[in-house]
């Protein structure tokens, strides 16, 4: 097995990061009592004003007065880290949250699908960069020693245990994942790294240290198990984004209904699945949410178009008074299947798919103003195919050629030398509902080489009178 760590250093500030439009903006999370608000952490805009962690916002506030402040708050880091584990299930059937902020991922099993782990590991590092994390990865034959190696490594590839021990050896042993007590009361034995702890007799590390140290070195080195809790994606996506000002535009939603959608859209990817419906809520600061829901006609997961489709519908709407947060919630995640696509496209940069030209429609004109044309079972061309759902499909029941191309009323052929292909074929229906026929139909082709359907009413004489037209 072969287990990369993905460390996420700042998770909860890249968390509040993302959501503000204005990435340079001076930024610090703040933690502590009513009494004493200190910085827990702060983003690089802030840093270069002098702010520091661990400052109180007082000491903050005598330096520099111009910098937005965000409590931190641990939940939301949970919400986040559980959004990348739905993005990282795409990639492995084991992911582990063992360790905060830690994706822990199986990848050996992958390799095979995602290509050689250089290529992988390019991959990882550009999805998780346009979702918006800093990140570490490291990669060990196992989960413990791929946690520890990422404490001071970025980019390390161990595949074989040999390479693995001399690497471990290597590493200080403050770093190596044991108590600041263990750690302490080694260094003071003069083991400053994990080398020399490993040099020692292990009855001596048994009976000097709990039974812990062994166990920990062990699964460092491959020759205990870690046992670790996979997990597994939930049925539904719920996510919700605090605005720090009120708005009141379409334009300005746009940006964190851009975010969720994103998110929206790696999290289907880690299911393998789509979405059908969704709903947005926009919450206010009095009266209640504003809902618009997004429907679809099939399951999608491509984030741009379900932005499209979002933004189609939110335009359409009239917000009634300033919104403090929009959410985004999706139940219906259907599997998803690709559509059919050519090997070789003629014109790729100009060409829209009918699946993303359909919901488009659905969602600038609304959705009774797109249909499509289905079979209907009816003998009387008029009345065989009807409008409907933009998605229903069939075929007619009978395989004798029709036309593509009815008329809306029948008109005499006056057109002479009209030469009849085939027919009579009679059809006789409709007595039930008032619209009794009897017709006997010919496949004719005029002088100028089209091919139509025509009929002459049985009983009657006269013309023929043209029907329809093929293609």
Known sequence: MLWACVVLPQLALDGVMRRRPDPDEPLALLTGTAQRRVLQTVNPAARALGLRPGQSLTAAHALVRQFATVEYDPAEVE??????????????????????????????????????????????????????????????????????????????????????????????????????????????????????????????????????????????????????????????????????????????????????????????????????????????????????????????????????????????????????????????????????????????????????????LRARLGDEAVNGVRAHADHRPECAWQTGNALTSGSPLSLSPRPGWLLREPVPVHESGVRILAGPERIESGWWDGGDVRRDYYLIETRSGQRAWAYQTVGEGGSLLLQGWFA
């Not at 990140?135 to 190696?149: D, F, Q, Y």
């Not at 403050?174 to 702890?197: I, K, N, P, Q, Y």
């Not at 000097?208 to 996506?237: I, M, S, T, W």
């Not at 809520?281 to 932005?307: I, N």
């Open 79 to 360: 919400r986040w880290h559980r959004l990348l584990a739905a993005w990282a299930y795409r990639f492995s059937a084991q992911v582990s949250l063992k360790y905060p902020r830690v994706l822990m991922m199986e990848v050996g099993s992958s390799l095979s699908l995602f290509g050689p782990w250089p290529v992988f590991e390019a991959r990882l590092r550009k999805e998780l960069s346009a979702l918006g994390f800093s990140h570490r990865i490291v990669v060990a034959p196992n989960p413990a020693a791929a946690r520890v190696l990422a404490n001071v490594h970025d980019g390390l590839a161990v595949t074989c245990r040999e390479t693995l021990r001399e690497a471990l050896q290597r590493m200080p042993i403050d770093r190596v994942g044991l108590s600041r007590e263990v750690a302490t009361a080694f260094a003071r034995m003069g083991l400053h790294t994990l080398h020399s702890v490993l040099a020692l007799p292990r009855n001596t590390l048994a009976r000097r240290f709990p039974a812990q140290v062994l166990q920990h070195l062990d699964a460092l080195l491959g020759e205990r198990a870690l046992a670790l809790d996979c997990y597994q994606p939930p049925d539904y996506f719920d996510l919700r984004i605090e605005l720090n000002f009120d708005v009141e535009s379409h334009q300005a939603l746009l940006f964190p209904l851009k975010r969720l959608i994103s998110d929206l859209a790696a999290f289907l990817a880690g299911r393998d699945s789509g979405v059908q419906r969704f709903a947005i809520h926009l919450e206010h600061m009095e009266g209640k949410d504003t809902l618009l829901p997004v429907g679809l006609l099939s399951a999608e997961r491509d984030a741009a178009m379900l932005f499209e489709l979002a933004r189609g519908r939110l335009e359409q709407i009239q917000v009634p008074s300033p919104v403090r947060a929009v959410r985004l919630l999706a139940r219906d995640l259907p599997r998803f299947v690709p559509t059919h696509r050519e090997l070789f496209e003629e014109h790729p940069q100009q060409a829209l798919p009918w699946e993303q030209l359909r919901e488009r």
